[in-house]
């Protein structure tokens, strides 16, 4: 197994580590949970980066990447869901657009097509990471038992924009979502003539 396929399975630990921190109470595992997830998500773009520099594309990383992208961002929904940051429905809603997508790629390798990513699929999941990683910065800095010290003071004056009546939680989801909505139907219309052939 070459490096960057092992950062890809990498990233699926990580995300089993997030979600054990997420369900847990207190600071340390809050904090567990924003680091773990936060270097799964540097990791999503460092194994494409060594695959595609150091000439490592094999079958298998471009199997697991995209499914361990879709575990790593839907879990994190689920948790903000039942942390109360995200709407269900939104969280339904992207969860089925993946499945949509899945099921379309795989539609389209037996009919011995591609249907490759486009540029509205890699904004979709920054903004989705981006509403993630807000959402678990507040989370943490929620748990914890300041001081009142200078550090304190900045890591409060960093997080506003983060809070739940700021601009950049919401925006980030808003965006992630329309996004969602927009490269799901892309999809759609690109595997249109799949879809009816099958039909």
């Known amino acids: 197994m070459n ?59 471009k199997l697991l990447d995209p499914l361990a992208d879709k575990i790593l961002v839907c879990s994190a929904f689920v948790v903000l869901s039942v942390a109360g940051h995200a709407p269900v429905w939104v969280t339904a809603l992207i969860i089925g657009r993946e499945f949509l997508v899945t099921g379309l790629r795989q539609i389209a390798i037996e009919a011995g097509q591609v249907l490759a990513a486009d540029r509205l699929g890699k904004w979709k999941t920054t903004f989705q990471l ?45 965006i992630a979502l329309a996004l969602t909505v927009v490269s799901g139907a892309n999809y759609l219309w690109s595997g249109r003539s799949l879809l009816r052939s099958r039909a």
Do not use: K, Q
């Not at 943490?140 to 300041?146: A, M, Q």
């Open 130 to 174: 981006t509403f993630c990683i807000t959402a678990l910065v507040w989370i943490w800095l929620g748990r914890r038992e300041g001081a009142g010290n200078a550090v304190e003071r900045l890591l409060h004056w960093l997080s506003r924009p983060a809070e739940l009546g700021g601009w950049l939680m919401p925006a980030a989801l808003w």
């Open 3 to 61: 490096l960057p396929n092992a950062i890809t399975l990498s990233r699926l630990g990580l995300t089993a580590v997030f979600v054990i921190a997420a369900g847990l109470p207190g600071e340390a595992a809050a904090a567990t949970a924003l680091a773990a997830f936060s270097v799964a998500a540097a990791s999503d773009w460092l194994d494409g980066y060594l695959a595609r520099r150091l000439g490592l594309v094999t079958p298998l990383g």
